[in-house]
């Protein structure tokens, strides 16, 4: 089993920044590709950025140039850093790991405001 630990969510203002982490547990070691999803009442779920255990990333059109996803392998902690935000970059953003035996899982989401 994996156990998915988001933090780093919070208040900002347009422009500002922030850097969201997704910590790992359990078995983690055979964790293959993590992404970060968002959401915003009444619409589903989006693909933010992914990143596969062997470095490789990459970031939806809507954040390209503003977001980057890392990984700290070692550990199996993700991080999305996310600069010159915008109040749309407003939702509730969550962390996602395909295990190879025991499938997806999920973190229980951060909340990102962008407002002033």
């Known amino acids: 089993q994996v156990q998915l630990v988001e933090s780093g969510g919070g208040l900002v203002q347009p422009g500002g920044s922030l850097r969201l982490s997704c910590a790992a547990s359990?078995?983690?070691?055979?964790?293959?590709?993590m992404r970060w999803y968002r959401q915003t009442p009444g619409k589903e779920r989006e693909l933010v950025a992914s990143?596969?255990?062997?470095?490789?990333?990459d970031v939806a059109g809507s954040v390209e140039g503003r977001f980057t996803i890392s990984r700290d392998i070692g550990r199996d902690t993700i991080y999305l850093q996310m600069n010159t935000l915008k109040p749309e970059d407003t939702a509730v953003y969550f962390c996602?790991?395909?295990?190879?035996?025991?499938?997806?899982?999920w973190g229980q989401g951060t909340q990102v405001t962008v407002s002033s």
């Open positions: 996602w790991a395909d295990h190879t035996y025991s499938g997806h899982h």
């Open positions: 359990g078995d983690y070691f055979r964790i293959g590709v």
């Open positions: 990143i596969t255990d062997g470095g490789l990333a």
